[in-house]
């Protein structure tokens, strides 16, 4: 079984790449302010890996709202950034690549702390799998760290801290703004991980 990953260049997927190395990787430029980022820090991890790497370009810019997508938040966004259906709408698209490329297993770098949003969840990733399993290419839905937190997926992945480093994690700019919730994550696990930037693992 062919295997592609859904990799947005966040600490997540980065580590997800390097521990379970899938035959194809995808990254989704769907009009997020931070696109050429993360497509940077995604390209950056399959060239060391040796993923084929495919980027997907659709703008969604106008269904999207507050800090991702540079506009003023949506009165009926539960956070500063909102992507409606998001999740829903990103394993799709990398769904329709997957199937051109053979690939029957899609992964994707939920964490345990994803599941306080109905898209994190078991259930939730159940329910996307039957949908495509009962259409063209019956494609698996995976998260393999969905019981883990992002530092623990970290230290099992044994990702070297030079390429952690690559992750881009902030939502409202293609260099870290150091003040939205992507960004604030990001420093809160290298807090807890303990990594130093400045030295190779």
């Not at 345990?112 to 019956?138: A, N, P, V, Y």
């Not at 997926?153 to 990702?159: G, M, N, T, V």
């Not at 807090?191 to 693992?201: F, N």
Request: charged share 20%.
């Amino acid at each position: 079984m062919k295997s592609a990953l859904l990799l947005s260049g966040g600490m997540d997927s980065l580590s997800l790449a390097w521990w379970k190395k899938p035959d194809f990787a995808l990254t989704i430029d769907y009009g997020q302010l931070a696109a050429a980022a993360e497509i940077a820090a995604s390209a950056t991890i399959c060239k060391r890996l040796g993923i084929l790497h495919n980027i997907i370009r659709i703008d969604c810019s106008s269904l999207g709202s507050g800090d991702m997508a540079g506009t003023v938040t949506n009165i009926h966004a539960p956070a500063s950034d909102w992507w409606p259906y998001r999740n829903q709408l990103l394993v799709t698209l990398a769904a329709m690549r997957a199937i051109e490329l053979g690939a029957n297993r899609l992964l994707i770098g939920t964490v345990r702390s994803d599941g306080t949003h109905k898209d994190g969840t078991k259930e939730f990733i159940e329910r996307l799998t039957s949908l495509l399993m009962c259409q063209e290419g019956e494609i698996i839905v995976e998260a393999p760290a969905i019981n883990m937190s992002t530092a623990d997926l970290i230290r099992h992945s044994c990702i070297p801290s030079g390429y952690l480093a690559w992750a881009h994690s902030c939502h409202k700019s293609n260099v870290a703004c150091g003040n939205c919730r992507g960004c604030n994550k990001y420093f809160e696990v290298y807090d807890e991980i303990g990594y130093d930037l400045d030295r190779p693992r």
